[in-house]
């Protein structure tokens, strides 16, 4: 992986330089990535020796946050985009299951091509609008967009408006319900996870990856030497809209129950602290972020419920007090590439 | 029809009112200090909740009033030594994370504090009444308050930052920073300014709201990303952009819920016309920020030069 060792000197200040180094080598990651899959395949092993089967929709509803952080790290980790309207497209995923599944279309198959189809269609006009812009507004931006679709969605009263609508059932395939047990679920969620995670390494490691990461680092020598960033930064975009609408299809099939607050800004918020949290610009470290940032969340939410104090206080103490912010605690930890 | 018309400019013109008042403070802090600053909202909601305690507390709301405003000053100040100013010469992405923190300890704090029930304050009586518009039309005297408080504090502000020396280095640090701070001016000091004069709008504008609204947690959230579209289309750091794309956020909100169905039935059928007039209505204003951004990528009134 020699492509991961591009990184060129920055000079313009727009780029934090710590950004570029917490980053785990090729086969580092490699490794990791093996291991957490790994395990996870062997989840349902001791879901069944411990008998304890919510394991394994804990587990189901962690990989279907983190096939959506996955998809944040491409614009956000490869980018350097901070989209703050990444919680749209898990919602307009999640609707397009629960409005085929209105119309009597079951099959997860047209469901995904659909979400598919619909969030990158949002994310190409949303995209071609906020990449006009940089920094501040690039993050104002998209928050409103983000803003738009949820508000779209809590206005839709045919398909429940604010409260959300119950599905009959889980997808089916060829009319064969083969979501409905959870085990099948785990692995369809697992094979999914696994695949976007090759996909997207064989991305940031093809050419148009390097366009993305010599974006990232320095925008200005890229153009200088002929190449237009804004149309390798919308496919990036779009690519991560379409994975994170596959993550919303997973999900409404997992609650059986789609409703605005999944794209609510929060929920955008929550998306990025998984990425900063596992490590930017790793693509294993997300996937960690979200498991790490779930069960965290549910621990906080046993011990009080004023859990969201908690997450705050932590949130801020860590970038407070970790030079660097996150990333400077995390290459700290890692004892990788302290500027 | 007319009737109706002007009444919900007014209402427009209150709601843009209130959007300024929490825009103007958040684009100066954008603009100058570079900074992200995702808690903006929630010192709104500080406001909304102060009034409320400390007019229970007077038993007047204007005395409550006059101590929520220097209240929210303080609170203000002590959020900008303890967290801000650690913030300035981070990365927006720190900034983004920090203050999304603040959101959700402030909003939970708010909760823990005062209970998740809404909190309602009651309209001075002096000012309980309506006064006569044209015709049998009555507008609430109320709201006419809090508007002609809005243009009074906009003026204000017009000759703070037009007509005075700390103006001059308002504007001065909105275009280039590093440069006044190079020559001589103490810019620690000049941000802390900026960012308690802009929690001391928001909690104000906060607190004029609370008679009209039910103060509950999380009420400066939705205000938040309303300011956002505001500070985008005014452009970043300019607070004339802001008073004009408040009051063009305001009007165009209000009047698209009230006349675009109305609008839409000349064109469909009556229940679809209102369906999607629903429906539409709420992204309006979306749709108008995508529209400015398209033509002018730095909003109308771009303070930096070079804000590409």
């Known amino acids: 992986m020699s492509a991961s060792d591009l990184t060129l000197a920055g000079e313009t200040p727009d780029v934090a330089p710590q950004r570029r180094l917490s980053r785990l080598d090729g086969r580092g990651t490699a490794l990791a990535a093996g291991l957490i899959f790994a395990a996870l395949a062997l989840l349902p092993l001791l879901a069944t020796a411990i008998d304890d089967q919510f394991l394994l929709v804990t587990a189901t509803r962690i990989m279907i946050f983190a096939l959506a952080a996955l998809s944040l790290d491409l614009i956000l980790g490869y980018g350097a985009l901070v989209s703050f309207g990444h919680a749209a497209f898990i919602g307009l995923g999640a609707y397009s299951v629960a409005i085929l599944a209105a119309h009597g279309i079951d099959d997860i198959l047209v469901q995904a091509a659909v979400a598919i189809l619909v969030c990158s269609l949002f994310a190409f006009v949303t995209g071609a609008i906020s990449l006009r812009t940089k920094g501040v507004y690039f993050i104002m931006i998209t928050l409103a967009f983000g803003q738009m679709a949820y508000f779209f969605m809590v206005s839709l009263s045919a398909y429940g408006g604010d409260d959300g609508i119950t599905l009959a059932a889980r997808s089916t395939l060829f009319g064969a319900p083969v979501l409905k047990g959870n085990l099948t679920f785990f692995y369809v969620v697992l094979a999914a996870l696994a695949g976007a995670f090759v996909t997207l390494r064989a991305v940031v490691g093809s050419r148009f990856g390097r366009v993305l990461r010599g974006t990232r680092d320095n925008r200005m020598r890229m153009q200088a030497i002929g190449f237009s960033p804004f149309r390798y930064q919308l496919t990036a975009y779009v690519i991560a809209g379409a994975i994170a609408g596959l993550a919303g299809v997973f999900l409404a099939n997992q609650a059986e129950f789609v409703s605005p607050a999944y794209m609510s800004w929060q929920r955008s918020g929550e998306l990025i602290v998984m990425v900063v949290l596992g490590g930017m610009g790793t693509l294993v470290g997300p996937i960690a972020g979200a498991v790490a940032f779930l069960l965290l969340e549910d621990w906080l939410a046993q011990i009080s419920e004023h859990w969201k104090l908690g997450l705050g206080i932590f949130l801020v103490l860590l970038v407070l007090f970790t030079r660097g912010g996150i990333a400077g605690f995390v290459s700290r930890i890692t004892g990788r590439g302290t500027p | ?308």
Do not use: C
């Open chain 2, 1 to 308: 029809m007319l009737n109706l018309f002007l009444l919900q400019a007014l209402n427009g013109l209150q709601f843009g009112i209130l959007l300024f008042l929490v825009a103007a403070g958040l684009t100066l802090i954008f603009g100058i200090m570079d900074l992200i600053n995702l808690a903006h909202g929630v010192l709104y909601m500080v406001g909304a909740y102060l009034v409320a305690t400390l007019t229970a507390y007077t038993g007047d709301f204007f005395l409550g009033l006059a101590l929520t405003i220097p209240a929210t000053l303080l609170f203000g100040i002590i959020l900008e030594v303890l967290i801000f100013r650690r913030l300035y010469d981070r990365d927006h992405l720190d900034q983004v994370l920090a203050t999304f923190g603040l959101i959700l300890i402030l909003n939970e704090g708010v909760q823990m504090l005062w209970g998740a029930a809404p909190m309602s304050v009651p309209i001075p009586d002096v000012l309980s009444g309506s006064i006569p518009l044209i015709g049998n039309m009555r507008y609430p005297l109320f709201r006419v308050l809090i508007i002609a408080a809005g243009l009074a504090t906009a003026l204000g502000l017009y000759l703070l930052v037009s007509h005075t020396r700390i103006g001059m280095r308002l504007r001065a640090g909105a275009t280039n920073a590093p440069m006044i701070s190079a020559l001589g001016v103490d810019i620690r000091r000049l941000f802390m300014l900026v960012f308690a004069l802009g929690a001391m709008l928001a909690g104000f504008a906060g607190a004029m709201v609370a008679p009209i609204l039910s103060v509950q947690p999380g009420m400066g959230d939705s205000i938040l990303i309303l300011t956002f579209v505001v500070i985008v289309i005014g452009g970043v750091g300019s607070v004339r952009g802001a008073f004009v794309a408040a009051l063009l956020v305001g009007l165009v909100d209000t009047l698209g819920r009230t006349f675009g169905p109305i609008l839409l039935r000349s064109l469909m059928d009556p229940s679809a016309a209102s369906q999607t007039g629903r429906t539409l209505a709420p992204m309006l204003i979306y749709i108008l920020m995508a529209a400015v951004l398209f033509f002018r990528p730095a909003g109308l009134f771009p303070a930096k030069g070079a804000a590409q």
